[in-house]
């Protein structure tokens, strides 16, 4: 995960903290024997009192949230609590209660401080379920990884799940949940993904953990607290399990901005990719479900005695305004607050009635320690050790989009540890014409952010030094480039000397078709699921989301394709791309001294495969770089041993860099466009970043490039494959290599389209 929790917290320091603090948990005492009323903290609630039809109503009167089965509603009934809700676990399941797609309450949207999801439950199942794991989804819009058509997920889930990953209903079922963060095009990491497993992340309150052995009735809960990110879950009236994020080596965080996902909410199991049937018989729930309830409160007590939230203190800034909420759980009456150990940086003060640390500091002190001590008015203590460090101000806008001749231009600069207003300048350089430099505000007197707007007028690069100078007089600055290309590459489109294009823009997000019409050309997802579709801003279409770890990506259908193997291009060919790649860590994978493997080598499109036998493909790398930036390269293998044309990059062939060694790589994670173009009369090679020449080779090795490709590989994008990938089967994927960010269209032409 990308976002650590501290990075979170530093999004607003003077309000967030204010608004985030929850209410406290309500005094449930046996009010879940019960069944449940509706309250003011109610989001929703359905009591399955039907008893008979096909459909459930919410309690609360919103007809938008009647749940529906997908073919027929099975019905139990239990003494005390009227009729239940009753699931069977079956190939095609007719019973499964679907309800509305994207629906703000079902989402948990409107849950922006905390949660709690609970339903009474009986299974009638034997545990041990498909490989062995139990995992039995009881309600939530999450598709357990098996992507809906619409493409980016977003969803949550919560159900039961064996303790150990392998157990049988005699070894215990525990209450677990996940949450899926939307990515809008950054890592997918803020989410809490498969993290809260019992497997993965105990986090039991008991040393015996207390578990469901049995098929009787029980109440399971899951409650969230955002202040201090922390899941907690209950079994009949317990508190069993409390996990607090970020956990070692996963510093991932719930981000609740899961919109437009298409995903719908289900009730006894999750909705399978195909639409319909709801034929996915992995984790659909065997038994009776009642009185399944969602509130915008923690109902219940996470402790019995007084104690400190946990939680990290965002940083401060110089001369800026602080203020950051302390909290307590099971306090009685009210709380007092004093520093018992250390200090706060110079600036700084408790509130010891509030629970508040608030001021401004004056200097910069990198992590100042104290011990705070929580005492409420039955004597209850509690200590805790916190750090707070006082940050200095930073420019962190170190690179800018794209911008297009002819085509409005907007890109935001931000600091972070800066006291407004804020005056920006270019201090070197000039803007292109058409550009200008202004603030963001409601005055210049309340500034915050620099805003380069505008519509160029011609393409060019143009260096730039962007200066930022605080109310305290402060200044920071960075060089950046700002690229004006050409209006043409804004979108790239077929024509008469289209080979093959993919724009990812097809109606289902597992299958790409060619905009060309051949339907062998088409792309499937690699791990029978869908892509994660993303918004490039400036664009109102959506590429796809790769995560780095060789199971996500796209392979063709047919082998050995003649186009996408250039063999239809006899004199000459244009391969471009438009890429976004990674940051420098890989989302997931190995890792390497506690941190994920580092990106430093990614296959964006080809051919190629294990054997190397006739095999090309398109790639970004560092290998070799002196900076550290990762440039376009291409592997080309001819069908004989001696015709293999590798590490055809600026890096490694340094001789063939037309221009500065400085623009011929990537070093941030704006988008690029790429392309390679080959001449067979003059066996020219040439690498084009953003619509400049960065490298050009004639007869690499002194070996003329050979044609005469006699593999059947399949194409790829972003995996390397070492075998075939089968759309609705199984794959086969080489797992090292794969690409880490974005990839936006792709087209192969049978001619050289750039530099001529």
């Given at each position: 995960m990308t976002k650590k929790l501290g990075c979170y917290y530093h999004v607003c320091v003077v309000l967030c903290l204010a608004a985030i603090v929850c209410s406290p948990p309500l005094r449930a005492d046996d009010a879940w024997r019960r069944p449940f009323d509706p309250d003011e903290h109610t989001v929703v609630l359905y009591h399955f009192d039907e008893g008979a039809g096909n459909e459930t109503h919410d309690a609360l009167g919103d007809n938008s949230l009647t749940l529906r089965a997908n073919k027929r509603g099975l019905w139990g009934r239990r003494d005390g609590f009227g009729a239940t809700a009753r699931f069977e676990r079956k190939d095609d399941d007719p019973n499964l209660l679907v309800g509305p797609a994207n629906h703000d309450k079902l989402h948990l949207r409107n849950c922006t401080k905390a949660w709690t999801v609970e339903a009474w439950v009986k299974y009638e199942g034997h545990g041990g379920l498909d490989?062995?794991?139990?995992?039995?989804?009881?309600?939530?819009?999450?598709?357990?990884?098996?992507?809906?058509?619409?493409?980016?997920?977003?969803?949550?889930?919560?159900?039961?799940?064996?303790?150990?990953?392998?157990?049988?209903?005699?070894?215990?079922?525990?209450?677990?949940?996940?949450?899926?963060?939307?990515?809008?095009?950054?890592?997918?990491?803020?989410?809490?993904?498969?993290?809260?497993?019992?497997?993965?992340?105990?986090?039991?309150?008991?040393?015996?953990?207390?578990?469901?052995?049995?098929?009787?009735?029980?109440?399971?809960?899951?409650?969230?607290?955002?202040?201090?990110?922390?899941?907690?879950?209950?079994?009949?009236?317990?508190?069993?399990?409390?996990?607090?994020?970020?956990?070692?080596?996963?510093?991932?965080?719930?981000?609740?901005?899961?919109?437009?996902?298409?995903?719908?909410?289900?009730?006894?199991?999750?909705?399978?990719?195909?639409?319909?049937?709801?034929?996915?018989?992995?984790?659909?729930?065997?038994?009776?479900?009642?009185?399944?309830?969602?509130?915008?409160?923690?109902?219940?007590?996470?402790?019995?005695?007084?104690?400190?939230?946990?939680?990290?203190?965002?940083?401060?800034?110089?001369?800026?305004?602080?203020?950051?909420?302390?909290?307590?759980?099971?306090?009685?009456?009210?709380?007092?607050?004093?520093?018992?150990?250390?200090?706060?940086?110079?600036?700084?003060?408790?509130?010891?009635?509030?629970?508040?640390?608030?001021?401004?500091?004056?200097?910069?002190?990198?992590?100042?320690?104290?011990?705070?001590?929580?005492?409420?008015?039955?004597?209850?203590?509690?200590?805790?050790?916190?750090?707070?460090?006082?940050?200095?101000?930073?420019?962190?806008?170190?690179?800018?989009?794209?911008?297009?001749?002819?085509?409005?231009?907007?890109?935001?600069?931000?600091?972070?540890?800066?006291?407004?207003?804020?005056?920006?300048?270019?201090?070197?350089?000039?803007?292109?014409?058409?550009?200008?430099?202004?603030?963001?505000?409601?005055?210049?007197?309340?500034?915050?952010?620099?805003?380069?707007?505008?519509?160029?007028?011609?393409?060019?690069?143009?260096?730039?030094?962007?200066?930022?100078?605080?109310?305290?007089?402060?200044?920071?600055?960075?060089?950046?480039?700002?690229?004006?290309?050409?209006?043409?590459?804004?979108?790239?489109?077929?024509?008469?000397?289209?080979?093959?294009?993919?724009?990812?823009?097809?109606?289902?997000?597992?299958?790409?078709p060619d905009r060309m019409g051949e339907a062998s050309h088409t792309l499937t997802w690699t791990n029978m699921g869908g892509d994660r579709r993303v918004t490039w801003p400036g664009r109102n279409e959506r590429f796809p989301q790769f995560t780095g770890h060789g199971e996500h990506g796209f392979a063709s259908a047919g082998k050995g394709l003649p186009k996408l193997d250039f063999k239809t291009c006899q004199q000459e060919w244009t391969l471009e791309v438009w890429v976004r790649r990674g940051g420098p860590l890989q989302a997931f994978g190995g890792t390497v001294r506690g941190q994920h493997s580092p990106f430093h080598f990614g296959h964006v499109c080809g051919t190629y495969d294990k054997t190397k036998k006739g095999v090309w493909e398109l790639y970004l790398s560092d290998m070799e770089s002196t900076d550290g930036s990762m440039a376009p390269g291409i592997n080309f293998y001819g069908a004989a041993a001696d015709q293999a044309l590798e590490h055809l990059d600026p890096w490694h062939r340094p001789t063939g860099i037309v221009g500065n060694r400085s623009t011929a790589g990537i070093r941030d994670t704006e988008w690029h466009h790429l392309a390679w173009q080959y001449a067979y009369d003059q066996d020219l090679h040439e690498l084009f970043l953003d619509g400049r020449l960065i490298w050009k080779m004639q007869s690499p090795d002194g070996r003329r490039l050979v044609n005469d490709r006699a593999h059947d590989a399949q194409f790829s994008v972003s995996t390397r494959l070492t075998g075939y990938s089968r759309y609705g089967g199984g794959f086969n994927y080489l797992g090292e290599g794969n690409f880490f960010g974005q990839i936006g269209e792709i087209r192969i032409s049978d001619v050289r389209r750039y530099g001529r």
């Open positions: 490989s062995g794991r139990t995992a039995l989804n009881l309600c939530g819009t999450d598709d357990e990884g098996f992507s809906l058509p619409t493409g980016l997920r977003g969803g949550w889930s919560f159900g039961l799940h064996s303790k150990s990953g392998k157990g049988t209903l005699d070894r215990g079922i525990t209450p677990w949940a996940r949450f899926m963060g939307s990515p809008r095009g950054k890592d997918p990491n803020h989410d809490t993904s498969g993290i809260l497993l019992p497997y993965f992340s105990p986090g039991f309150t008991d040393a015996q953990p207390v578990v469901i052995t049995n098929n009787g009735w029980h109440h399971v809960v899951w409650q969230f607290r955002y202040r201090d990110q922390t899941h907690f879950f209950f079994l009949d009236g317990k508190l069993i399990r409390r996990i607090q994020l970020p956990i070692q080596d996963e510093n991932r965080i719930v981000v609740n901005d899961a919109v437009n996902v298409g995903v719908p909410f289900v009730v006894g199991g999750f909705p399978h990719s195909q639409n319909p049937p709801f034929n996915l018989k992995w984790g659909t729930f065997e038994g009776q479900i009642d009185e399944l309830r969602i509130s915008s409160v923690m109902r219940y007590a996470v402790a019995n005695s007084l104690g400190i939230i946990r939680q990290t203190l965002p940083d401060a800034g110089i001369n800026i305004s602080y203020s950051a909420q302390l909290g307590t759980d099971a306090a009685r009456g009210d709380v007092t607050w004093k520093i018992v150990d250390g200090r706060l940086p110079r600036g700084l003060t408790l509130d010891s009635s509030a629970g508040q640390i608030h001021g401004t500091p004056h200097t910069s002190s990198p992590r100042t320690a104290c011990t705070l001590e929580a005492r409420d008015e039955s004597g209850a203590i509690d200590t805790h050790r916190f750090e707070l460090t006082v940050a200095e101000g930073q420019l962190l806008t170190e690179s800018l989009p794209p911008a297009f001749v002819g085509v409005g231009f907007h890109a935001e600069l931000n600091t972070r540890h800066l006291a407004t207003p804020l005056r920006w300048e270019i201090v070197q350089g000039t803007l292109p014409a058409g550009i200008e430099l202004t603030v963001a505000g409601s005055s210049r007197h309340s500034a915050t952010k620099g805003v380069l707007r505008g519509i160029p007028r011609s393409k060019g690069w143009t260096p730039l030094t962007v200066q930022v100078t605080d109310a305290n007089g402060e200044s920071r600055r960075h060089d950046v480039v700002m690229k004006v290309l050409p209006k043409t590459l804004i979108e790239i489109r077929p024509d008469q000397h289209t080979v093959a294009l993919f724009d990812w823009q097809g109606p289902d997000g597992k299958l790409i």
